[in-house]
């Protein structure tokens, strides 16, 4: 992804034309300090003034809204995305996020397992076959998990490594070139006739209501437009008793930050801009805006990382 969420809310009203141009520069630049520079030089001939980022802000806050675009990307970017969903691109994936539990991503393994306690309610419904056979035994079904943001890859692979026998996932990204990490992984742990990835919205689901038994992210609803609506998503294909398991900043200021400071706004207003955007606002509005969907918070454990930014696992029970 060339923007993040407040560039999709920043520039909503001419969001192709914006993509276009950070396309052009990623294409010149790469993934370099080069491009940020260009990207940031953009933004400010874009938003020149303080005054006309906040105009921009309460544009979105009164105007602005979930849709159904999804991350575009030119059919060779897409044709090359399918070879993350090899066992080899998978088994290089496994390796780095291996090495980042052992430097600095100490939450993982707490997020892995928590994706796979079991449900406080009775029976599951399974969107994939499951394997018949197995430790198991046959006819035993396991839980129907959903990956919102697959990304990377990194709490995708948390969740596969350590995925039971009957059990399946779901993981699906706005971005095309995002999924197949998912199959890649799965092809990786053995597990891929029960792991399928597709590119789909946060904010309509393409799922009937109460199939999943968990609804799990890693940083995806902090990096998510519309997190109400989301959260409305995610508590309507819950079933009843189902969870949702995520891992998000502890200070939305580690990722949005960057903006206040290239337009000059206030440090003491991000939480309110953010709030107004519908945009990640830390932890606590979170847990707010989940009881109003019906989703009750049972855990929370923070980190606090000697390197890198703090972040929190929360888990939530429809």
Not at 200 to 207: D, E, M, Q, S
């Amino acid at each position: 992804m060339f923007f993040n969420e407040f560039d999709h809310v920043l520039f909503w009203r001419e969001r192709e034309e914006a993509e276009l141009a950070a396309i052009a520069m990623w294409e010149e630049h790469g993934h370099s300090d080069a491009f940020s520079a260009a990207l940031n030089a953009w933004r400010k001939e874009q938003i020149p003034t303080k005054e006309a980022f906040y105009e921009r802000v309460a544009d979105y806050a009164a105007h602005g809204g979930p849709d159904q675009i999804l991350i575009r990307r030119e059919a060779k970017a897409i044709s090359d995305s399918l070879e993350y969903a090899t066992k080899a691109s998978g088994e290089s994936r496994v390796a780095m996020w291996r090495e980042a539990v052992r430097k600095w991503a100490m939450h993982l393994e707490d997020y892995g397992a928590a994706v796979h306690m079991p449900p406080s309610s009775e029976g599951s419904v399974s969107p994939i076959r499951p394997k018949e056979g197995g430790p198991q035994g046959g006819g035993v079904c396991g839980q129907a998990i959903l990956e919102l943001c697959t990304g990377a890859g990194m709490g995708t692979w948390a969740v596969l490594s350590r995925l039971p026998e009957h059990s399946t996932l779901h993981s699906t990204d706005f971005d095309f070139c995002c999924p197949p990490n998912a199959v890649g992984i799965a092809k990786a742990l053995g597990v891929e006739d029960r792991v399928a990835g597709l590119c789909a919205n946060n904010w309509y689901l393409p799922f009937n209501g109460g199939i999943f038994d968990t609804v799990c992210t890693h940083y995806g609803l902090d990096e998510s437009r519309e997190v109400p609506t989301v959260l409305r998503e995610v508590a309507r294909v819950l079933k009843p008793g189902g969870r949702l398991v995520l891992i998000a900043r502890m200070d939305p200021w580690d990722r949005q930050g960057k903006f206040f400071e290239l337009f000059g706004a206030a440090k003491e207003d991000c939480r309110d801009v953010l709030r107004r955007v519908r945009l990640y606002s830390g932890p606590e509005d979170l847990i707010e805006d989940a009881a109003r969907r019906g989703l009750r918070l049972t855990r929370r454990k923070d980190y606090w990382p000697q390197q890198g930014h703090a972040r929190v696992l929360l888990v939530f029970e429809r």
